[in-house]
């Protein structure tokens, strides 16, 4: 009988449709980090992003993920990010079950699936994308054993989402800011026609 084993995490429910690549099953999933590591609903202190997209982009930055910029010319990734998980994996990323504690566009949890090939069972590392200030990045339990397979799981994963860089999903959603007083503001995301609106709202509440 083969088996799978989880690594740090906890499933709950899976989400949308598995998808291959370089030795990786990538599988969309409900669930949470182990380790006191989990989906955060609350407010987060500044932090820059683990396996950051932009560490694999190399010279030939697709022409949608260039378009992801604010007024002040900043490179956005968390955009195409968010608008490209739908076009692959069938399902449009989570919102907080709590939108007042919403301080992210991304926070979607993943599982990478892995094949032994000595006896056919199964390893499942799980881990998050998620973004601060809209600079996407990867997430996974720390556990110094592991890094090394890490490593080569955000390399399949950012691999993935790059091969058809056009192959995106237009969307309108928002998230919790602090702005330059440090007060919070709800600020409105929109990607449609390969074009990037970041703006802030009128509204208080938007969900």
């Known amino acids: 009988m083969v088996s799978i084993t989880i690594?740090?995490?906890?499933?709950?429910r899976v989400l949308g449709q598995p998808v291959?690549?370089?030795?990786?099953?990538f599988v969309p999933v409900l669930g949470e980090l182990y380790n006191g590591i989990a989906i955060r609903p609350y407010r987060r202190e500044?932090?820059?992003p683990m396996f950051p997209l932009t560490d694999y982009l190399g010279n030939q930055v697709p022409k949608l993920v260039k378009s992801c910029r604010?007024?002040?010319t900043e490179l956005v990734d968390a955009v195409w990010v968010?608008?490209?998980?739908?076009?692959?994996f069938g399902f449009t990323p989570l919102s907080l079950p709590f939108p007042d504690y919403k301080y992210a566009l991304i926070e979607q949890m993943f599982v990478a699936c892995e094949q032994c090939s000595v006896n056919g069972d199964w390893l499942a590392y799980p881990f998050i994308c998620e973004d601060y200030d809209l600079r996407v990045g990867l997430r996974f339990s720390p556990d110094p054993l592991f890094i090394e397979t890490y490593e080569r799981i955000a390399k399949a994963f950012w691999e993935l989402l790059l091969l058809e860089p056009e192959?995106?999903?237009p969307f309108c959603d928002a998230y919790l800011h602090y702005d330059e007083l440090f007060e919070e503001e709800w600020l409105i995301v929109?990607?449609?026609d390969g074009e990037?609106?970041?703006?802030?709202?009128e509204c208080d509440f938007l969900f």
């Open 7 to 12: 690594k740090h995490g906890y499933l709950w």
């Open 20 to 25: 291959q690549h370089n030795g990786f099953i």
């Open 46 to 48: 500044e932090e820059a």
């Open 70 to 72: 604010t007024d002040f």
């Open 82 to 88: 968010r608008a490209r998980i739908p076009a692959i």
């Open 167 to 169: 192959n995106v999903q």
């Open 190 to 192: 929109v990607f449609k």
């Open 196 to 201: 990037c609106i970041v703006e802030p709202s």
